[in-house]
């Protein structure tokens, strides 16, 4: 041979794996299925044996041999797996160099060819998919790492949190605590003081207003002594005490308290 090609079809096109002129150009890469020598072997599944070209034009390719002084073509299919995947190509200047008795030699090395071919195929196509997959697997370390970053991230803000909420609650069950005996200091002082008045001479009206004001300042105690209780409910330290009460004193006192906001 002249020249010499292998030709693969890919995605239904033609594709030159392989030529020995420098540039390939005797091998047309954007050659057609139909109306090429090349094409033809491919859909037909046979050999083409031509032994004198003599200048014909009959397929695709024939432009290019006769201006390159080709006058016998030999192309072979390449089949793997009972599927044609190209053609295996020698082409001549002198008539008659490839005959009948060349095609059973050349078929055979071109089976041969074939299976080399696609297990260089299988390779490429295995040697991808590693790629991809340990490319898959970094991108799949990256974003664990990421994720697990943001959890610990996360951990600490809402760990942050807990402690200014623990430190929040701390300062108000203190600053409940100082109020309430702040309160209830002087508070107790006006109960004093009111006692002792009370047993003193007074008029009915002055009696019944200091009444209210010894009533009013006792509920105003108790408010204070059930603000301590709720400090003393969340840090889970209250001790209940039940004892009897008259609903009657209760209601009386109520009102009394009602009559001197009105008044």
């Known amino acids: 041979y002249d020249f010499i090609s ?10 030159v794996a392989y030529a020995n002129d420098a540039d390939g150009s005797i091998w047309n890469p954007h050659l057609p299925l139909k109306n090429s020598a090349v094409g033809r072997v491919i859909l037909q599944n ?21 201006a390159m002084g080709i006058q016998s073509t030999l192309n072979i299919p390449l089949r793997a797996k009972r599927q044609v995947i190209g053609t295996w190509n020698m082409a001549s200047r002198q008539i008659g160099t490839y005959v009948p008795d060349h095609l059973e030699i050349a078929q055979s090395m071109a089976d041969q ?6 297990n ?51 300062l108000k ?28 001479q007074l008029n009915q009206d002055q009696k019944e207003c200091l009444d209210a004001i010894q009533s009013s300042a006792k509920v105003l105690l108790h408010i204070i002594n059930d603000i301590l209780d709720l400090s003393k409910i969340e840090a889970g330290k209250v001790q209940l005490a039940p004892e009897p009460f008259q609903l009657s004193t209760f209601l009386k006192s109520s009102l009394r308290l009602l009559e001197s906001s009105v008044k």
């Open 6 to 15: 292998i030709i693969l079809v890919e995605n239904n096109n033609l594709r």
């Open 46 to 66: 046979q050999p083409l044996l031509r032994q004198h070209l003599g200048g014909t034009k009959t397929f695709a390719e024939d432009e290019t041999f006769g």
């Open 113 to 118: 060819l074939a299976l080399a071919i696609e």
């Open 120 to 170: 260089a195929r299988l390779f490429q196509q295995a040697q991808q998919e590693i790629r991809e997959r340990k490319q898959a697997q970094a991108a799949l370390e990256t974003e664990r790492a990421s994720l697990a970053q943001r959890v610990e991230q996360r951990t600490a803000e809402l760990s942050m949190a807990n402690a200014e909420l623990a430190r929040a609650s701390r």
């Open 173 to 200: 069950d203190e600053f409940l605590a100082s109020m309430s005996h702040e309160l209830r200091t002087p508070m107790h002082g006006i109960l004093g003081m009111v006692e002792l008045v009370l047993e003193s």
